[in-house]
């Protein structure tokens, strides 16, 4: 008879075999923690632990950190953009150093696009690298507990079956007490006590399997891990190193080359300043006075250096 199918590969044995090893678990965790089961322990895997949760939390939460100091340098780049668009839209085709301003501005949000996929490229995707690989390690480690609960089930299931042949004096017939036995017509009692005693023998070498087989299982886990959890510790300083000095060196050279195009900026609106002033003062030799035309312009000018000078100084 073919045995039912569950879909994603599951089978109503295997189905059955799994809530037999959870149940198996809890009742040597309830044994344990009732003092009835020893419990193997290794300190020095549980300080790795420990160390690996730390820094899972300390990743998790730079990570955290960095997203959103990603998100606040895209907002700083759309307000500068929003600014910058301002100055452009207000800057008149006839003055001075036009070509030079729409330059500066196209320039300054290369900059800040620039910066902004650097810091994703080369810190946040890094970061997120680093990261991904404590998900399978956490997931080994709590398989790792649960084969070292059946190793434990199986060393004291080992242990009860030896205890009970110590305690008997080794195996011996005794009187039927079974319903089968006292069936069983004399002639064939001896056959009945060799076939129980072939069962007696069969349940210690399954015990004695069953032993050796979650041993292996979870020494090979447990080597495995023993391996990798110090060596993941150390690598924190080298990724963490890394990743601050990228994050210092694309931020001195970003703002390096902002300040000098805010420099440019001012030096042009400066002229500009210079040039309108002189532009739309006359003087008028009858009176002996000087007189100002378009005063709105030269106030617009006025208006954008002290944006430029805002600009330069804020960076």
Known sequence: MAELNLGKGLTAGKVASNVQKK?????????????????TKDAAFEEWVINFNKQYAEGSK??????AYLEAVRAM???????????????????YGKNEVDSILEDCDVLWTDYHQKLVDHALISMDTYLGQFPDIKGRIAKRDRKLVDYDSARHNYAAT?????????????????????????????????????????SK?????????????????????????????????????????????FEEKFHKEISRLDQDLHDVLETLENTET????????VSN?????????????????????????SH
Request: charge should be neutral; charged fraction near 25%.
């Open 289 to 313: 006075s000087y007189s100002f035309s378009h005063f709105d312009s030269t106030s617009k000018c006025l208006s954008l250096v002290f944006l430029a000078t805002v600009m330069k100084q």
């Open 62 to 67: 730079l990570q955290r950190d960095l997203r």
């Open 23 to 39: 149940l198996t678990r809890a009742q040597e965790k309830v044994l344990q923690k009732l003092g009835k089961a020893d419990e």
């Open 77 to 95: 780049h759309e307000s500068s953009k929003n600014v910058q668009a301002c100055l452009g839209d207000m800057y008149e085709a006839e003055w």
């Open 278 to 285: 002189t532009r739309f003062v006359s003087y008028d030799i």
């Open 162 to 202: 030896h205890k009970t042949k110590k305690k008997d004096g080794g195996i011996k017939i005794t009187k039927p007490s079974t319903l089968l036995e006292r069936a069983t017509p004399g002639w064939a009692q001896g056959i009945l006590s060799a076939h129980n005693l072939a069962q007696t023998s069969l």
């Open 205 to 249: 070498s399954q015990a004695e399997e069953e032993l050796e087989r979650a041993q292996k299982v979870f020494e090979e886990m447990n080597l495995d891990l023993q391996e990798e959890l110090p060596s993941l510790w150390n690598s924190r300083v080298g990724f963490y190193v890394s990743t601050f000095q990228s994050l210092a060196g």
